[in-house]
């Protein structure tokens, strides 16, 4: 099985930063998998993400701890063969790094990590000096790119986990 996951948070540390809502879909076919609002643990305000994908305290204080979903977070991702992403590894680290921090025993991931973030970025061919390597897009700019229309709303982890596999099929062709 192939996933494609993606996160929304508080911030970009992810040492420091919480997960807002987390979906996994099913990178083939787009069934939903898992997806999910999660009340911080640490974190009370987030006004900059929140400027961006507009959940506020008051949307997620109701809901519950990402701690109680762990076994069936680890449950998907121990069965994937791939996880697809945009900037893959930072939901990753989130889910490895947090996670960690709070249950003393982390996820574990052994798929194959597919950054369709940096794919595009080749892609797109704008050249970053100051680090010697493609500039990194949004993924707004991407689904522009190839004239594709969110089923959601941008900054939703379900609308974007959904847009990142509609993306990489047309840099791929699939």
């Known amino acids: 099985m192939n996933i494609c996951l993606d996160t929304e948070t508080t911030g970009l540390n992810p040492s420091f ?3 807002l809502q987390l979906s996994i ?5 787009n069934e939903v998998l898992f997806n999910d609002y999660f009340k911080p643990q640490y974190t009370v305000c987030w006004d900059e993400a929140q400027a ?12 519950k701890s990402i701690t109680q979903s762990l076994a ?15 900037n ?15 249950e003393q025993a982390g996820i574990e991931v052994r798929a194959e990590l597919v950054d369709v973030m940096t794919e595009f970025a080749e892609q797109y061919g704008e ?3 100051a680090f010697n390597d493609w500039k990194w897009q949004k993924l707004v700019r991407a689904a522009a790119y190839y004239q594709l229309d969110f089923d959601g709303t941008a900054h939703d982890s379900l ?10 099929r047309k840099m791929h062709s699939v």
């Open 127 to 129: 050249w970053n000096s």
């Open 159 to 168: 609308a974007d986990a959904k847009m990142t596999m509609a993306v990489y």
């Open 72 to 86: 069936q977070i680890q449950n998907i991702i121990d069965r994937a063969d791939k996880i697809y992403g945009y």
């Open 52 to 63: 961006v994908n507009g959940i506020s305290y008051d949307d997620v204080s109701n809901c």
């Open 25 to 29: 879909i099913d990178s083939n076919t």
């Open 17 to 19: 930063d919480e997960i």
């Open 88 to 102: 893959v590894n930072f939901d990753i680290s989130l889910l490895t790094v947090y996670i960690a921090f709070l």
